[in-house]
């Protein structure tokens, strides 16, 4: 029941509803509507000077949950509704024990409809449960088979008490929530008692055997009803239709309705030409890892193609534009086209002489050319690809070789980086020692106790410096030209240059005395070889001077051989007083030599060594200078060039500290000369030019102190130009050449 302020009956669920009435409404009664089963409207409430009300509503028969809501009318009797609509939201609420309390506010309701009954059946939205339909509204009558809640009470068909004992489905009749059938046939398989005769399905004998049912088993087909008492059976489900069946198990089994087929790891194909590697996932289906296109046809096309499937997996690439590389060195500026060739412009190759023949080109797409043989104007081409003259091989007839002693010829040479010649003795090879990529070792021959080399022409570059050490003397021979415009050394500084020390005699400075008590050492005398050497200094309180190294050899340096070493100080040790070594020896004979300006050729003495601190030993003797021989047809020594074979000074005598070592010889006029560092005497200074070596010098402390060394004398040059010779007068040549053939000083 609805009541109207009073509280609700205890004998069931209750609610206890309160409306609240906005202020200015139009409405002048107002009902609650609770729809549960059935709906069910309260008394008319007159508003007037009302601002709320409260109802009560008892459960009765009413399912636990409704629906509340308060409505305004027109009239005082509650029988026209409001325009515009004033209602309150729909409440959904349940009923309590013993009461539930519910809140609605009565207030105007533009969102439903605005009070407009669009179908016309006198009942707005939110009383109209479907405002399409004119057939559906509250007051309409429940239809008990057309499956639609036509009262909208939210019961349908045999639901809506309405309906009790009225017609439904096949000769049915609503019996309480349910429509009763007159017979179970043809209702078999929906697994209810349609004809209320406490059998359902297959268990009613109106189900004969072999009618069709639902054993409510969805892994099981062609469900029949069987004898009577065997209720509804079906045959098992077959799972042997895998959906792939590469992947798959061929038989499976049902679960719920569904086969299940257990994945089959493994290879398979998934019928595409551009993925590799295929295999079954862990959900059975068949995938490929995308095949890479990353080696295109050629360096004129993307890096990265695209595999195409139309094209059965072939990789297409996209040609590109700008550099590449044609794979042929003797091309140049190499570039793409745009339609995947690349191109470069040809090398024009021109062999440098008539004994070169191309073959080719580098990597960096230098032209490559090999020596051919046979006849080239005026003779034959040889190994090196020189064209040799058909007469004599030589142009001149030289110092301390013949031409039938020369080797075979290393051809044209040209060395732009640092080599080292050993000449080594007692039979040893040759050591040639160059930096990576310079020019590979000549042969060579012994001749006359020195090491010689033939060349058809050699040019030592401004940035190389070649030099020459070990036993023998070097002689480099060459039938073209000779051009220096690099450093050609024999001098002994740290190492023995080339040929240095040969039948010296008494070239040899003498070793200084090592004196009596307290001892002091006299110094050793300097080397001599183009001139005497210089004298050694007696040590204070004792200790005898070493004498000097008398001048020896001959000005034609024939035959050819280096200076001479000084005497070690008194009480020499290793690295302590030892005499300097002389100067090496060096020949070049060519048919034309060229030194240019900034050019050496040097074979300078080695400066002696300083007396050990606290050991009063005695200095060294410097080395006397070494042999320098040019030897051509014309000779050419410009402004600036440098042939040079001064003496080594001696070293300085020690005293309570080390005593200084020599300088060796100087690229200069200057005579190799320091200054005293401790109290020892100190050095004689070196030869040069026309200055003889200085003698060593007597200590200055008076302290027991040791002498210095004499010093080394200078070396033997020799000119000897066949043709022409022109020295210029900016030249440096110390000593004074002994110049012969046509040689002057301009």
């Known amino acids: 029941m609805l009541g109207c302020a009073s509280p609700p009956p205890s004998s069931s669920g209750s609610l206890r509803v309160v409306v609240h009435v906005e202020p200015g409404l139009g409405s002048r009664c107002a009902r609650v509507i609770a729809r549960g089963s059935a709906q069910r409207d309260s008394s008319p409430v007159l508003l007037s000077g009302r601002t709320s009300f409260v109802i009560g509503i008892a459960q009765e028969h009413e399912p ?42 009565l207030r105007q309701s533009p969102g439903l409809d605005a009070g407009v009954d669009a179908d016309g059946d006198g009942f707005v939205v939110g009383l109209d449960c ?61 697994g209810l008692d349609n004809d209320a ?12 055997m072999g009618t069709a049912c639902n054993d409510s088993n969805a892994c099981t087909d062609g469900d029949v009803c069987g004898s ?30 569904t086969c299940s087929y257990p994945v089959t790891p493994g290879p398979c194909s998934d019928g595409l030409a551009c993925t590799e590697g295929d295999a079954c996932a862990a959900d059975g289906t068949c995938r490929g890892t995308q095949r890479s296109c990353a080696t295109p046809p050629g360096p004129c096309f993307v890096a990265s193609g695209t595999c195409s499937e139309s094209q059965s997996g072939a990789c297409s690439y996209a040609p590109r534009t700008g550099a590449c590389d044609d794979g042929d060195s003797c091309t140049r500026n190499d570039t793409c086209g745009g339609a995947g060739a690349c191109t470069g412009t040809p090398v024009t190759c021109t062999p440098p002489g008539e004994c070169f023949a191309a073959s080719g080109c580098s990597a960096s797409g230098g032209c490559l050319f090999s020596v051919r043989s046979g006849a080239c104007t005026g003779g034959s081409c040889n190994a090196a690809g020189v064209c040799v003259p058909s007469g004599p091989a030589f142009p001149l007839t030289p110092t301390n070789f013949s031409t039938s002693q020369l080797p075979p010829s290393a051809g044209a040479v040209v060395l732009s980086c640092d080599v080292t010649i050993d000449t080594r003795a007692a039979g040893g090879a040759l050591g040639w020692t160059t930096c990576a990529g310079g020019a590979p070792a000549p042969q060579w021959a012994v001749v006359n106790g020195a090491m010689l080399l033939f060349f058809d022409s050699l040019t030592i570059g ?7 050490r070990g036993d023998r003397p070097l002689i480099l021979a060459a039938q073209g030209a000779v051009l220096i415009d690099g450093t050609l050394t024999a001098s002994s500084d740290g190492v023995k240059g080339a040929g240095s020390e040969l ?56 035959p050819l051989r280096g200076g001479c070493r000084g005497g070690d100080g008194g009480r020499a040790s290793p690295g302590s007083g030892l005499g300097g070594r002389g100067g090496g020896a060096v020949q070049v004979t060519a048919a034309s030599i060229t030194l240019g300006a900034g050019a ?51 070293g300085e005598g020690s005293g309570f500290s080390n005593g200084a070592d020599g300088q060796s010889g100087q690229r200069s006029t200057s005579r190799a000369s320091s200054f005293a560092i401790g109290c020892g005497g100190n050095g004689g200074s070196g030869g040069a030019r026309n200055d003889g070596a200085g003698n060593g010098r007597d200590p200055d402390c008076g302290n027991r102190s040791p002498g210095g060394g004499g010093g080394g004398s200078v070396g033997r040059i020799r000119f000897n130009a066949l043709t022409a010779c022109d020295v210029s007068g900016w030249a ?3 000593p004074a050449a002994n110049a012969t053939s046509n040689c002057r000083d301009d």
């Open 228 to 257: 009577p008492g065997q209720g509804c059976r079906g045959a098992a489900r077959v799972c042997n239709q895998p959906p792939a069946a590469q992947c798959f198990a061929p038989t499976g089994q049902c679960v719920a309705g």
């Open 64 to 105: 636990e949950e409704v629906i509340l809501q308060a409505q305004g009318f027109a009239d005082d009797e509650c029988t026209r509704l409001s325009v515009p609509a004033e209602n309150s939201e729909p409440l959904v609420t349940r009923f309590g024990t013993p009461t539930t309390s519910a809140m609605l506010v």
């Open 462 to 468: 401004a940035s190389a410096t070649v030099t020459a």
């Open 197 to 208: 005769d406490g059998e359902v399905d297959c268990d009613d004998t109106d189900c004969p």
């Open 732 to 734: 440096l040549v110390s």
């Open 130 to 190: 479907d405002d399409r339909d004119a057939t559906v509204h509250p007051a309409a009558k429940e239809v008990c088979q057309n499956g639609v809640d036509d009262d909208c009470n939210r019961a349908v068909d045999c639901a809506d008490p309405g309906c009790l004992g009225q017609a439904c489905g096949v000769n049915g009749r609503c019996n309480g929530t349910v429509c009763l059938a007159p017979t179970e046939a043809g209702l078999c398989a929906d």
């Open 600 to 650: 050496t050729v040097s074979a300078q003495g080695e400066g002696g060594k300083g007396g050990a601190a606290n050991l009063r030993v005695g200095g060294g003797g410097g080395g006397s200078g070494g042999a320098v021989f040019l030897e051509a047809n014309r000779l050419t020594i410009s402004p600036g060039a440098a042939v040079v074979a001064n003496g080594g000074e001696g």
């Open 503 to 558: 039948s010296c005699g008494r070239g040899v400075g003498e070793n200084g005395g090592a004196g009596g008590n307290p001892q002091t050492a006299g110094g050793g005398g300097g080397g001599g070889f183009g001139a005497n050497g210089g004298r050694g200094s007696e040590g204070d309180h004792g200790g005898d001077e070493g004498d000097r190294g008398d001048a020896n050899g001959n000005g034609g340096l024939a």
